[in-house]
């Protein structure tokens, strides 16, 4: 009997060693497990309160908490982690909505670069076409003073040209008075020529050979000339004379009327060689 117990008793000394070793080492695990458990829990609250304060000027707090107690209590535990994961999801939730306002801000933000490379693209295009405009205007302004110049010049011009036509003005007023005295006198010495013409078969002259004078007046369409001599020149009336100009003989006139110092002399159309003009030479041959 006493052989049959040792063998027992060692194996219960060995149990005992065993359960002792396991008590050693469940009680390290078991505290090894509280510790961990409370960093989770304190981990838990630190989250919670990081995820549940508020950040300015854009993130707004949450009006939720952790009870330490309850997230150390196994039983309570679900309900405090339960929180945690609503508080989780309110703020994922912001999170995600301020990612989509932020994408937002960000495409906005790409327009408004894009908006603003075209806006400077068209103020630099907006700027060249100032400066082309302004070199344009400037060239116009030359222009234009080059213009008013050129009037100013015309306006003195046109003033001088004005003077000059009215002194000419009055000296046409001045001739057409002559003229009219002229053509008054011619009226009157045609009608004396008139009354002097000689008949068809005229007289010997006594007009002295080569007796010369210079033709004053020439009056084509009464078809006469006034000569400068007269009877103290010996010149009879009806004296037919030759008229020269230089080399050339003009034609052939015959006196009409004879004063003192002038005479009328009537053209022979039919020998005239040319138009005879004022300062030709009249010249008595010596034969009718």
């Not at 006493?2 to 060692?10: D, S, T, Y």
């Not at 100013?152 to 003005?169: A, M, Q, R, V, Y």
């Amino acid at each position: 009997m006493a052989k049959l117990l040792r063998p027992l008793i060692i194996v219960m000394l060995l149990l005992s060693i065993g359960a002792l070793v396991l008590g050693v080492l469940l009680f390290n695990n078991r505290e090894i497990l509280k510790g961990r458990t409370k960093k989770h829990a304190e981990a838990a609250q630190a989250l919670a309160e990081k995820l549940t304060a508020g950040r300015d000027p854009f993130i707004e707090p949450i009006d939720k908490e952790l009870n330490m107690d309850n997230l150390l209590n196994y039983q309570q535990m679900d309900g405090e982690l339960g929180t945690l994961s609503s508080i989780a999801g309110t703020r994922l939730d912001v999170l995600f909505d301020t990612g989509q306002d932020l994408k937002n801000t960000r495409d906005e933000l790409e327009a408004t670069r894009a908006e603003l490379a075209r806006t400077k693209q068209e103020l630099a295009d907006a700027r060249a076409e100032i400066e082309r405009l302004e070199g344009v205007v400037a060239e116009k302004e030359r222009q234009l003073a080059e213009a008013n110049q050129r009037i100013d010049t015309l306006e003195t011009e046109k003033d001088s040209l004005e003077e000059e036509i009215e002194g000419l003005n009055d000296k046409v007023a001045d001739l057409e008075i002559e003229i009219e005295d002229k053509e008054a006198e011619i009226v009157s010495l045609q009608t004396i020529v008139d009354k002097l013409r000689p008949d068809d078969n005229p007289e010997v002259t006594d007009t002295p050979k080569g007796l010369k004078g210079e033709v004053v007046l020439v009056n084509s369409d009464w078809n006469f000339i006034v000569v400068d001599i007269g009877e103290q020149d010996e010149l009879a009336p009806l004296t037919p004379m030759l008229v020269h100009r230089g080399n050339h003989l003009v034609g052939k006139v015959k006196a009409s009327m004879v004063d003192e110092t002038a005479a009328v002399c009537e053209i022979n159309r039919d020998f005239e060689q040319m138009p005879i003009q004022a300062g030709d030479t009249v010249f008595y041959p010596g034969v009718n």
